[in-house]
């Protein structure tokens, strides 16, 4: 099993920045893949922002790329989501997810989401 608990969250003007936490506990993340995922009201989950195991790859979605950027420090467990230059339309609940599979395909790293979710961390961003 594999709890999650995002962090970091909060209200901040467009332009601003924030930095999310994801800790795991009750197993390691090291060998996983980590996913950050965000839904807002009345649309679908969406991922983020993904990296692999080791750090070595990552991936993004369209709209956040060159303002986001996912990390990790698997000496704490740890996955981190730097955003920067936010938008309103950033606003959302954020979550964590972990345990899906990845696959690399002509060198693109792909994560796809697995069964364990955090309880999410509200971003909300004003204009």
């Known amino acids: 099993q594999v709890q999650l608990v995002e962090s970091g969250g909060g209200l901040v003007q467009a332009g601003g920045s924030l930095r999310l936490s994801c800790a795991a506990s009750?197993?390691?993340?090291?060998?996983?893949?980590i996913g950050w995922y965000r839904q807002a009201p009345g649309n679908q989950r969406e991922l983020v922002a993904a990296?692999?195991?080791?750090?070595?790859?990552?991936n993004y979605a369209d709209s956040v790329k060159g303002r986001f950027t996912i990390s990790r420090d698997n000496s704490k467990n740890t996955v981190y989501l730097q955003m920067n230059s936010l938008k309103p339309e950033d606003t959302a609940v954020y979550y964590c997810?972990?345990?899906?599979?990845?696959?690399?395909?002509?060198?693109?790293?792909?994560?796809?989401?697995?069964?364990?979710w955090g309880q999410g961390t509200q971003v909300t961003v004003s204009s």
């Open positions: 009750g197993s390691t993340i090291r060998t996983a893949g």
């Open positions: 990296i692999s195991r080791n750090g070595g790859f990552t």
């Open positions: 997810n972990a345990g899906g599979p990845s696959t690399i395909s002509r060198g693109s790293w792909t994560y796809t989401k697995g069964d364990y």
